[in-house]
């Protein structure tokens, strides 16, 4: 089965959940996740206070938590796994007593 890039599992990206969130307490705003993710999720604002935004969430690859790692502060965290799959298995039912 192929799947483009607006569905995972079955199911339209845009019904999951899943993005990184920036802790702004703990953001030093290193830039080192917006170097790392390829995606294009993160964008940076030039002259405004704050720096960096999840500005693409859709973007960000389901379950790759991969940016928090280049993260010393710590300051990036995801939604629960298990919830998310546990949605994402919901939703894909729900289609297809649909169909
Ligand atoms: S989790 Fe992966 S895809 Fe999502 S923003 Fe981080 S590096 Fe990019
Ligand atoms: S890697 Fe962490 S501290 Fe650096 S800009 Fe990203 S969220 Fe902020």
Redesign the pocket.
Known sequence: MSEDKDTFMGVPRDTIDWKPT?DYEK????????DFCPHHVFEKRENEPIK?VVANPLNCVVFCRACSK????D??TFPSKAEVSKKIKETREAMSSHE
């Open positions: 920036i953001c030093d705003y290193c830039m080192e996740c917006f960096l280049t993260c010393g502060p300051a990036l």
